[in-house]
């Protein structure tokens, strides 16, 4: 439902992250009333405040959200981490109070062009690089979303001649409603934040929003290699240009050999050596592809995509390659935040592998990552609430005790790699898990790693 007067609108915004802050600095701009609303008593106006800029007219409440200003709400925003699902928000959606998220306020004041993002994994490798390659073209080009940019933040800076390139999560996909990109991409979908979606399927339909409301005269670039990205090209609303890291397709971008093949209008061409690329791994591989073919249909010229893709570094956090210490090369994958985002990381090691695994449960399985060590994994450092659950896994699929190591904190699971790591090997922060619960967030746990390794001596 989209509002088109906000001037005055009693909004209430959930949760003072940085979602909540840019909803309600872009409120404030459209002359509406919000009201930012944190249920953490742990937090007080004052920190809440010092976040927005000075002079806000925002009310902000913490705790509990008093009836007088419950009953005079007329939308809400909730912050990507809040379940839509809850009774509170329900009880908003039964009077028929607009429920949108932060991506779909961000969408309805934005202007220009827009490039949107979702899967399972690679979404920030793909977006980070697509902005680039947008931006050195174009310039000037935004690049927001689950990245960590509130697309709320740039929306009012845009023109009808911008581009937005923009990240997008399944939470941030589950309140939208007009939001309607030129070019969209579904890297992949494997089982992830089930505890949120509950069912594999309500997970996929929420995937498969970014591209509901386009048509055939835009494009939707997917994975022919994913059953159900391909499956949903069948009934995909715009249209479809696939690629494919394991056979040659009649149209799209596709890997032959160690090449990147581009079959477009009856032609084929090979574009690159995948070795010219600095990033590793056959899942970088596939988001380089999705990064040409959303590139090339908004219209940038191939030999600019192909020199911006042959300069560019490894995302922080993504198979970040850190430092080779007394021998030994260190990799910070704590993104790898889900199963099959970290077997994409164990798949990219060529050498025996020390690997720290281990966080907070988002109810996933991990049979197919551990039969993805396939013998490279020496020594299974555990951490977080799920490391029980894990070292089940790991003996049932024949890993030795001995190979499996407890840690009682991420300290002392640094420590046991630099022990157990020898001349030749590798160690790899990839644990299937997400850092709540230890961390604020992965890219805290990134930062330790990479502080403590990069503390040792040579």
């Excluded at 925003?77 to 779909?104: C, H, M």
């Excluded at 798949?347 to 281990?358: C, E």
């Excluded at 396939?374 to 299974?380: F, R």
């Amino acid at each position: 439902m989209e509002i088109r007067d906000w001037n005055k609108k009693r909004v209430l915004v959930i949760g003072s992250g940085i979602s909540g802050i840019g909803a309600v600095k872009l409120l404030c701009a459209a002359g509406a009333c919000p009201v930012l609303f944190d249920e953490n008593e742990k937090l007080t106006v004052e920190k809440v405040k010092a976040k927005l800029p000075e002079g806000t007219a925002a009310d902000i409440v913490i705790g509990a959200l008093p009836e007088d200003i419950k009953s005079g709400i007329e939308a809400v925003v909730p912050s990507p981490g809040v379940p839509v699902d809850t009774a509170f928000i329900e009880e908003f959606r039964k009077k028929g109070i607009p429920v949108l998220g932060e991506i779909e306020l961000g969408y309805l004041f934005s202007k220009g062009k827009l490039a949107a993002i979702t899967g399972t994994n690679g979404k920030t490798t793909t977006t980070t690089l697509v902005g680039q390659i947008l931006d050195e073209y174009y310039g000037g080009v935004f690049v927001v979303g689950n990245i960590g940019k509130p697309y709320t933040e740039s929306a009012l800076f845009t023109k009808e001649e911008t581009i937005t390139v923009a990240e997008i999560s399944s939470f941030q996909l589950e309140t939208t409603d007009c939001f309607r990109p030129q070019v969209s991409a579904i890297l992949n979908i494997t089982p992830d934040h089930l505890n949120r979606h509950h069912t594999m399927e309500n997970y996929v339909a929420v995937k498969e929003r970014i591209a509901a409301n386009q048509t055939k005269d835009e494009v939707c670039v997917l994975n022919y290699e994913d059953g159900y990205t391909r499956d949903f090209g069948r009934r995909c609303p715009a249209r479809v240009v696939f690629f494919s890291s394991a056979r040659e397709l009649e149209e799209g971008l596709y890997l032959d050999g160690e090449d990147i093949w581009m079959a477009w209008e009856g032609k084929r061409e090979r574009l690159m050596d995948i070795h010219e690329m600095n990033l590793v791994g056959m899942c970088n591989v596939e988001n380089v592809m999705a990064a040409i073919a959303i590139s090339m249909c908004m219209r940038v010229p191939m030999e600019n995509i192909l020199d911006t893709v042959r300069r560019f570094k490894a995302v922080e956090h993504r198979i970040e390659f850190v430092a080779t210490k007394g021998g030994v090369d260190y990799y910070n994958d704590s993104k790898g935040t889900n199963p099959d985002a970290a077997i994409q990381g164990i798949r990219a090691m060529s050498k025996p592998t020390v690997l720290i695994g281990g966080g907070y449960d988002k109810g996933s399985a991990y049979d197919e990552w551990i039969e993805a060590f396939d013998g490279k994994v020496k020594c299974l450092v555990l951490i977080g609430q799920t490391a029980d659950q894990i070292e089940a896994c790991a003996k049932a699929h024949g890993m030795e005790e001995g190979k499996i190591l407890r840690a009682e904190s991420f300290e002392e699971a640094l420590r046991f790699c630099t022990e157990r790591a020898e001349t030749g090997d590798a160690v790899l922060l990839s644990p299937a898990c997400a850092s709540w619960g230890m961390f604020a967030n992965y890219e805290e746990r990134g930062r330790m790693f990479k502080d403590y390794v990069n503390g040792l001596g040579d």
